[in-house]
């Protein structure tokens, strides 16, 4: 079936650099894409979406870039702090689904941000 | 506010036992998700359910498990005969409506021994 999926398993940089997570996906058909956070032990928090007629959203010190030529999503963290470690989930939902909340997942990227 | 509540956080059951995973949703919020999130995985979408009714099962395993929300009371999410494939981590999600994100409970890791 279609998938959401990721290209970096791992990301590790330091206090106050800018962090960029990417992820593709492959269900043309998806309304909506979602950043999650996972904290080690927790549920995932949302952290920000792009509706798929956007290219780009701002939140805040948060960025995320939709390229949907090649089915790109990224998330862009800006002064990344140590409270950002984490594990980074995109998601897809789409519309016409039974809910919005019917995510598809996909498998994560670990930040560890170093002091 | 109190958020999404999951009980219990772990459990422990051997092989051939049921288990039992609880969420009350947040306050307001009538549609609750399920979702299993293996080791080192994404989360997995399993059901979704609005008060007293299942709307989406199309993720959830043709056996042993089941789900529920009933007018009263938390959602349960019930697996018969565990296995050690069913040990993840088991979290519900709640929202106010079907064109809102959900909001996540914290989990219940599920060991099979």
């Known amino acids: 079936g279609e998938s959401v999926g990721l290209h970096l398993p791992t990301l590790s940089v330091q206090e106050g650099d800018n962090s960029i997570i990417n992820c593709a996906y492959s269900?043309?058909?998806?309304?909506?894409f979602i950043w999650y956070k996972q904290e080690s032990g927790k549920g995932p928090q949302f952290i920000i979406d792009?509706?798929?007629?956007?290219d780009k959203r701002q939140g805040q010190r948060v960025t995320v870039l939709l390229n949907k030529t090649v089915k790109h999503l990224s998330l862009q963290i800006a002064a990344t702090q140590p409270g950002d470690s984490a594990v980074y989930f995109c998601a897809e939902s789409y519309a016409g689904g039974t809910s919005y909340g019917k995510l598809t997942f996909g498998q994560g990227t670990i930040l560890t941000v170093h002091p | 506010n109190a958020g999404v509540m999951q009980n219990p956080r772990h459990l422990v059951r051997r092989r051939g036992q049921e288990a039992r995973l609880r969420c009350s949703p947040m306050?307001?919020?009538?549609?609750v998700y399920w979702y299993r999130q293996l080791p080192e995985e994404g989360l997995k979408f399993m059901v979704y359910?609005?008060?007293?009714?299942?709307?989406?099962e199309s993720g959830m395993p043709k056996e042993r498990f089941s789900a529920e929300f009933p007018k009263e009371g938390p959602s349960i999410l019930r697996i018969q005969q565990v296995v050690r494939g069913d040990s993840a981590a088991y979290f519900c999600?709640?929202?106010?409506?079907?064109?809102?994100?959900?909001?996540f409970g914290e989990g219940s890791w599920l060991t099979v021994v």
């Open positions: 792009i509706r798929s007629n956007m």
């Open positions: 999600a709640s929202s106010p409506t079907s064109r809102t994100w959900p909001s």
């Open positions: 306050k307001g919020h009538s549609h």
């Open positions: 359910l609005q008060k007293e009714n299942i709307i989406d």
């Open positions: 269900n043309s058909a998806s309304d909506y």
